[in-house]
T-cell receptor, first 113, second 115 residues
């Protein structure tokens, strides 16, 4: 499809396990963002990538969270040793450039039990 | 510290009437503001934006007003339609070379438009 694609759409994991969430941005978009939305909360910025520049990681809540973007396209968000408070919808977004409108994917619902 | 606040968790409006969604912010460095709409099980979709150099931006049924002195913005939907029922998020971005995608979001307001 033409939109931002995320997988898995739903993930249930046990506390302490690692999870990986994948994002395929819109083709040609150079900027890619990760956000999360916890229950009853607004969207919280996590990290963004722009081209080959070093990512802005200022929103990552702890060192258990990391993300990479290979080849300037697909991105993976990794959460190590998951905790129950990590349960949220993780949303990926992309934009043509950093000053352009961002388009969100449908999100990956993560539940840590 | 909630830098962008939507104090009304929900709003109910009759079809055909005006919906007014409000948003307050505390960071005076914000210079670009956006509204996103979100349906259940979908990602947020961009609705309308406004730069801090303007006080109004209109797009069809949607108008955003910005009052910088009050650090307040609002989204007006006229006339409201049942299909407008969704969660509305206001978001803000700061200048200084940062991305318009690095946004600070409010908590959202659930709008229900009754037929």
């Amino acid at each position: 499809g033409a939109g931002v694609s995320q997988s898995p759409s739903n993930k249930v994991t046990e506390k302490g396990k690692d999870v990986e969430l994948r994002c395929d941005p819109i083709s040609g978009h150079t900027a890619l963002y990760w956000y999360r939305q916890s229950l009853g909360q607004g969207l919280e910025f996590l990290i963004y990538f722009q081209g080959n520049s070093a990512p802005d990681k200022s929103g990552l809540p702890s060192d258990r969270f990391s993300a990479e973007r290979t080849g300037g396209s697909v991105s993976t968000l990794t959460i190590q040793r998951t905790q129950q408070e990590d349960s949220a919808v993780y949303l990926c977004a992309s934009s043509l450039g950093t000053r352009d409108t961002i388009y969100f994917g449908e999100g990956s619902w993560l539940t840590v039990v | 510290d909630q830098q962008v606040k939507q104090n009304s968790p929900s709003l109910s409006v009759q079809e055909g009437r005006i919906s007014i969604l409000n948003c307050d912010y505390t960071n005076s460095m914000f210079d670009y503001f956006l509204w996103y709409k979100k349906y259940p099980a979908e990602g947020p979709t961009f609705l309308i934006s406004i730069s801090s150099i303007k006080d109004k931006n209109e797009d069809g049924r949607f108008t955003v007003f910005l009052n910088k002195s009050a650090k307040h913005l609002s989204l007006h939907i006229v006339p409201s339609q049942p299909g407008d029922s969704a969660v509305y998020f206001c978001a803000a971005s700061a200048p200084g070379g940062t991305s318009y995608g690095k946004l600070t979001f409010g908590q959202g307001t659930i709008l229900t438009v009754h037929p």
